[in-house]
């Protein structure tokens, strides 16, 4: 609802990108202290994390300009400059530089996909408040009671009564949080925490999708995530089937020293 917080002489600090920073802390810190608690690496969560980041950003930008396309070939700087982002791009990317990193250093992915997951979801979770404050991926004009009015210079539209898909992403976020938090500790097989991490967010995403109204591209009577999402669930489905299968028990893992 207010993106620009205040400032200190020229430098203007914005409610999203203070939320993002703030999800990003969060998100190393927890997966550190439960790294410790879990007997894994702690620096391995810092170096997964950075370069989560930094790789997530590349696809998250690299997605958004495949969704805006036809606006890129005609301005490309118009697209670039933009403060668009497509989510699906930075966890997929995100996730590809994980696996190249553990592979390189000897660590068992998913493992750490099973620890992290929780932080992910909560790092998600703060960047949509961020969004709420920037007044993007805003949700359809409505009368109920749950509707907010973004004022004006908001990216959503101004003056109109808007549902706030942001926070209702948020508390999913938040939610599915608190249910990998819960399945870690009973997980049965390694990598079934991290797969149910791409479950529920594959069919919230989905769901979230349908009471959003900002152009997000779209793949016939779907959005570009909607789309994405379908694919999503049904490879966590398929992992999490094969897992049960073929996966490793939890109780045969040895913490790693």
């Known amino acids: 609802m207010k993106n620009e917080l205040f400032s200190i ?17 969060i998100c190393i810190i927890m997966g550190m202290k439960r790294a410790k608690k879990y007997g894994l690496k702690e620096d391995a969560v810092i170096d997964i994390a950075l370069a989560g980041l930094l790789v997530g950003w590349l696809g998250a930008k690299v997605l958004y300009v495949i969704v805006e396309w036809k606006a890129f070939l005609a301005d490309p700087m118009s697209v670039l400059g933009t403060e668009g982002f497509v989510v699906y791009g930075g966890i997929t990317a995100g996730v590809l530089a994980a696996m190249v990193y553990c592979r390189r250093k000897g660590y068992q992915f998913l493992e750490y996909f099973d620890l992290l997951a929780p932080s992910v979801a909560v790092a998600q979770a703060f960047g949509r408040i961020g969004c709420f404050m920037a007044g993007c991926c805003y949700g359809r004009e409505t009368d109920s009671a749950l509707g907010v009015v973004f004022p004006v210079g ?76 379908i694919f999503i669930v049904a490879a966590a489905l398929a992992l999490l089937w094969n897992n049960r299968k073929k996966g490793k028990p939890v109780k045969e893992e040895t913490a790693e020293s």
């Open 9 to 25: 002489g020229p430098i203007t600090i914005y409610g999203y990108g203070l939320m993002i920073g703030i999800g990003i802390l």
């Open 154 to 229: 908001s990216i959503a539209p101004a003056g109109v009564k808007l549902l706030p898909t942001q926070l209702f992403s948020s508390a999913g976020d938040f939610g599915i949080m608190l249910a990998l938090l819960w399945h870690y500790k009973r997980r049965k097989h390694i990598g079934d925490t991290g797969f149910i991490y791409m479950l529920l967010y594959g069919v919230g995403r989905f769901v979230i999708e349908m009471f959003r109204s900002d152009n997000r591209g779209e793949v016939g009577v779907l959005s570009t995530s909607q789309f994405i999402s």
